[in-house]
Nanobody
Framework: QVQLVESGGGLVQPGGSLRVSCAAS????????MTWFRQAPGKQRELVVS???????NYADSVKGRFTISRDNAKNTVYLQMNSLKPEDTAVYYC?????????????WGQGTQVTVSS
């Protein structure tokens, strides 16, 4: 079984910074793409940014230049550094990962971490 556990959410003022992390644990062969999604109240879940196993990234236009994704493959962890935060960044942030276990490739989700941007 594979688990993704997010951490680092919280309350921050507009213009501030926050870093959230997502660590994978369990039994698996490798992790492919790791992706951050977010879901604001009353809105659909949206892709924020993804990073492939080769480090290639894909950012949503709304966060380009403000957010930075990185991963530590040795720790099976992905990070999201969020700078210049805006109230519209307020959402539950979810981690998603493509995990290879044996011969099966399966997607896993974390439980989410709340990020609130407010003065």
């Amino acid at each position: 079984q594979v688990q993704l556990v997010e951490s680092g959410g919280g309350l921050v003022q507009p213009g501030g910074s926050l870093r959230v992390s997502c660590a994978a644990s369990g039994s698996f062969v490798s992790i492919g793409a790791m992706t951050w999604f977010r879901q604001a109240p009353g809105k659909q879940r949206e892709l924020v940014v993804s990073i492939g196993s080769n480090g290639r990234t894909n950012y949503a236009d709304s966060v380009k230049g403000r957010f930075t994704i990185s991963r530590d493959n040795a720790k099976n962890t992905v990070y999201l550094q969020m700078n210049s935060l805006k109230p519209e960044d307020t959402a539950v942030y979810y981690c998603n990962a493509d995990v290879l276990s044996g011969l099966r490739l399966k997607q896993y989700w974390g439980q989410g971490t709340q990020v609130t941007v407010s003065s």
